[in-house]
């Protein structure tokens, strides 16, 4: 069974002034974070912008998080859509490379019927040679995974944990005490909860920046230091309060520009973060 505890960063994917995929601030971010002891990334997930990649982009970004990442950090790969032949053909595909798993989310815009999720999810763990991380997104996707469904889910022997977006402590708490998922929180703002409670870790956009401080979270949280894990959670959200206050990534791309480590661009229709909050990230990178 694979280990998906700890603190995970889902990878924006950077572009340069001229549009295309900077592979080369894609590399240095990969370095950055396995310098920080981070548990892993996601490749391709919401925040990397895959909806505005073309599929030759796609497995670029992918090979080159891969390369750069090889020894170093596990894989996972973001799996989303809603067109279950092709999404399928993607998983038997994706079987042939060395990742850590595949974290794939309930079928977006159509809002399928709950019988229909798990058919969907099913459909893929089968296919499937990689452990799967099930993405409870229901803001993006418009339908949530019930509780019932996601304990059903967990019977699967390749559905291993879930990145947690539900909103629901009671859901939360329920699979933590079911225990054979491991939960990831997706809210950043709920990661304190979700490990207090039990949890295995977070897929945290904002631990891009700064994320020896939320690895440090993590491994006090988990060593039972509650004061100590309070303290930096508490010094951690008002960052994770800023990058989360308009749409993602456009907050975290523009903290990662002022630290120099990309150049801040978006692909259409997403726009950059707006000039006060920008000012505002800059004012705190520099406490």
């Known amino acids: 069974m694979s280990n998906f505890s700890g603190i995970w960063i889902p990878l924006v994917t950077p572009f340069s002034n001229d549009g295309t995929v900077d592979h ?10 396995a310098d920080a002891d981070v548990a892993g990334v996601v490749a391709l997930g919401t925040t990397g912008e895959p909806s505005a990649l073309d599929a030759a982009e796609q497995e670029a970004v992918l090979a080159t998080t891969l390369d ?9 790969v973001g799996v989303s859509g809603n067109n279950a032949r092709s999404m399928r053909e993607r998983v038997l595909r994706l079987n042939t490379l060395p990742l850590a798993g595949l974290l794939i ?3 977006y815009y159509v809002r399928p019927s709950q019988a229909g999720i798990a058919h969907h999810f099913t459909m893929l763990a089968d296919a499937s040679e990689q452990p799967v991380v099930l993405y409870d997104i229901p803001a ?40 054979r ?15 207090c409670m039990g949890g295995s870790g977070a ?3 904002s631990a891009h920046i700064w994320p020896e401080r939320f690895v440090a979270l993590d491994r006090e949280l988990k060593a039972g230091n509650l004061a100590e894990g309070r303290a930096l959670f508490h010094a951690l959200l ?33 726009t950059q973060a707006s000039e006060t909050l920008q000012a505002r990230l800059q004012h705190m990178l520099l406490m």
């Open 238 to 270: 008002p960052l994770i309060r800023a990058l989360t206050s308009e749409s993602n990534p456009s907050p975290v791309k523009a903290a990662l520009a002022a630290q120099g480590m990309l150049a801040g661009v978006l692909r259409a229709p997403m």
């Open 181 to 195: 998922l491991q939960v990831l929180a997706g809210d950043d703002a709920r990661i304190f909860d979700t490990l």
């Open 68 to 76: 750069a990442a090889r020894g170093a950090l596990p894989v996972i």
């Open 140 to 179: 993006r996707t418009g339908v949530r995974i019930e509780l019932d469904t996601l304990l059903s889910l967990a019977a699967h022997p390749r559905i291993q944990a879930i990145k947690d977006c539900a909103g629901s402590l009671d859901i939360t708490h329920a699979l933590i005490l079911d225990g």
């Open 105 to 107: 989310s309930a079928p």
């Open 24 to 33: 080369a601030a894609l590399r240095r971010l990969i370095a950055r974070y």
């Open 203 to 205: 897929i945290a956009a």
